[in-house]
Every structure is written in C-alpha cells, then in structure tokens.
T-cell receptor, first 112, second 112 residues
Framework: AQRVTQPEKLLSVFKGAPVELKCNYS??????LFWYVQYSRQRLQLLLR??SRESIKGFTADLNKGETSFHLKKPFAQEEDSAMYYC??????????????FGKGTKLSVKP | EAQVTQNPRYLITVTGKKLTVTCSQN?????MSWYRQDPGLGLRQIYY???????DKGDVPEGYKVSRKEKRNFPLILESPSPNQTSLYFC???????????FGNGTRLTVT
C-alpha cells in the first residue's frame, strides 16, 4: 500500500544548527515526492519537489530510492523556518491521473 | 489573481444541522481535494476529484459528501455534522495531482 511516513511529530533545534526532517515512503511505482510547508496562520504551500532538484530557502531534499526516503535538509536553521512540514507522494493511476497523499507532518521549532 | 477561495472562513454550528463549505478555483485546474487538519494527526484527505463528475474517497470520507458538477467548484457537504468533525478544513487544487497544489485559506469548523 502507498504510504508516507514522517516519524517525528516535533523537531526542535537551535538557530544555526543543521536540520533534517525525515520522510520515508512506500510505493511500488516510480515515486514523485514533494515537501509542503505551513507557516503559522498561513495556508500550505509547496516548498520543493524532487524532480526540480532545486534548493528553496536553503532547503534541499534528495530522493533515495534504495532507502525509500526523501529527507528534507538545511545546514543552518533560521528562526523563520519554524513551521509545519509535510512530505507528500504522488501515486499514479494511469495517464495523468493519480492522487497526492501526505504524511502526518513534522512541526519544526527553531529556538534562538 | 490565481487563487483557491473557501467560504466561510469560520463556522460554528450545532450537531445535525446540514452545512456546505464552498471551494472555488479560477485556474482551470482539473484536480481538487479536501483535507482536514487536526493537532497530532496532520493533514488527512477527505475526498478528491480528478475531473468533473469524477470523485473518490480519501482517508477519512465518513460523514462527508462532495460533488464536482463543474470544474471550478468542489463543495464539501456535511449532511449531519457531529462534534468529531470539528476541525480546520482545507481545499486545494492543481493542474494534476502531481503538479503543485494551491491551497485555500482554510475553514475552521466548530460543531457543538
């Protein structure tokens, strides 16, 4: 069955420390993965997607098919990174059809 | 301006009184989806739609109905709301499920 697992509900780090938000997936097809972020009192928004292989706000995420992971990393956390982070997996039905399933999310708290 | 509009933003109602939360997008998106967000449970999908007249259940469809009679609108209907449906609801849309999702501002529903 398709599944996205984010093992940490809460991750607390100090400003300037490295951050790694874990995401593991279970999917039999070729995965397409995303990270979404929700800042306080704001709507969810896309942070990055693995096919873009880009860095957004200093965050990167590499798809590791062997470990079925798509961990989100940032070398030096900032207080403004405090937010709720969701990992999401596109499950493909056929053609362009499919569905996006989300993990339960990890709340990142960056302390001064 | 491209956007997903949900109404109302806040709603307090009583058990058993039918209600509808509207969702409209002006981007000609094919894919639309409803989620509820609860503390500790993250984002859970209620229903989604891949196109007009095509809807499917998500993780937590019980107690909810949806319809997709036209591309831009995807209302969420609670025929007989109960207190366990008190939550923050988000509507989202995208070109396809593997395209970046655009989220609405959310509807905070309280059922007493």
């Amino acid at each position: 069955a398709q599944r996205v697992t984010q093992p940490e509900k809460l991750l607390s780090v100090f400003k300037g420390a490295p951050v790694e938000l874990k995401c593991n997936y279970s999917y039999s097809g070729s995965p397409e993965l995303f990270w979404y972020v929700q800042y306080s009192r704001q709507r969810l928004q896309l942070l990055l997607r693995h096919i873009s292989r880009e860095s957004i706000k200093g965050f990167t995420a590499d798809l590791n098919k062997g470990e079925t992971s798509f961990h989100l990393k940032k070398p030096f956390a900032q207080e403004e990174d405090s937010a709720m982070y969701y990992c999401a997996l596109f499950t493909h039905y056929g053609g362009s059809q499919g569905n996006l399933i989300f993990g339960k999310g990890t709340k990142l708290s960056v302390k001064p | 301006e491209a956007q997903v509009t949900q109404n109302p933003r806040y709603l307090i109602t009583v058990t058993g009184k039918k209600l509808t939360v509207t969702c409209s997008q002006n981007m000609n998106h094919e894919y639309m989806s409803w989620y509820r967000q609860d503390p500790g449970l993250g984002l859970r999908q209620i229903y989604y739609s891949m196109n007009v007249e095509v809807t499917d259940k998500g993780d937590v469809p019980e107690g909810y109905k949806v319809s997709r009679k036209e591309k831009r609108n995807f209302p969420l209907i609670l025929e007989s709301p109960s207190p366990n449906q008190t939550s923050l609801y988000f509507c989202a849309s995208s070109l396809g499920a593997n395209s970046p999702l655009h989220f609405g501002n959310g509807t905070r529903l309280t059922v007493t």
